[in-house]
Nanobody, 115 residues
Framework: QVQLVESGGGLVQAGGSLRLSCAAS????????MGWYRQAPGKQRELVAV???????NYADPVKGRFTISRDNSKNTVSLQMNSLKPEDTGVYYC?????????WGKGTLVTVSS
């Protein structure tokens, strides 16, 4: 089994920054994809950014140029640096990994951006 633990959420004013981190433990070898999704109140969960083992990175259009995903394979961690935050970035952010064809999720961390 894989356990994912997120940290770094909180309350920030519009224009501010936050950094989210996620650590994978347990059977965390052979991780193919690490990334972040988010779910705003009343909306479906959506992709924010993903980082493949091969180094490919994809961002959702709304966060391009503001968010940066980074990954440390030696520590099985993934981080999300979020700059120029907007109220519409508010939501629960979930860390996710894909390992040996299975996707795992963290419990989520709340990010609230006030206007």
């Amino acid at each position: 089994q894989v356990q994912l633990v997120e940290s770094g959420g909180g309350l920030v004013q519009a224009g501010g920054s936050l950094r989210l981190s996620c650590a994978a433990s347990g059977s965390s070898s052979s991780i193919n994809v690490m990334g972040w999704y988010r779910q705003a109140p009343g909306k479906q969960r959506e992709l924010v950014a993903v980082h493949t083992n091969g180094g490919n990175i994809n961002y959702a259009d709304p966060v391009k140029g503001r968010f940066t995903i980074s990954r440390d394979n030696s520590k099985n961690t993934v981080s999300l640096q979020m700059n120029s935050l907007k109220p519409e970035d508010t939501g629960v952010y979930y860390c996710t990994i894909v390992r040996v064809g299975m996707q795992y999720w963290g419990k989520g961390t709340l990010v609230t951006v006030s206007s």
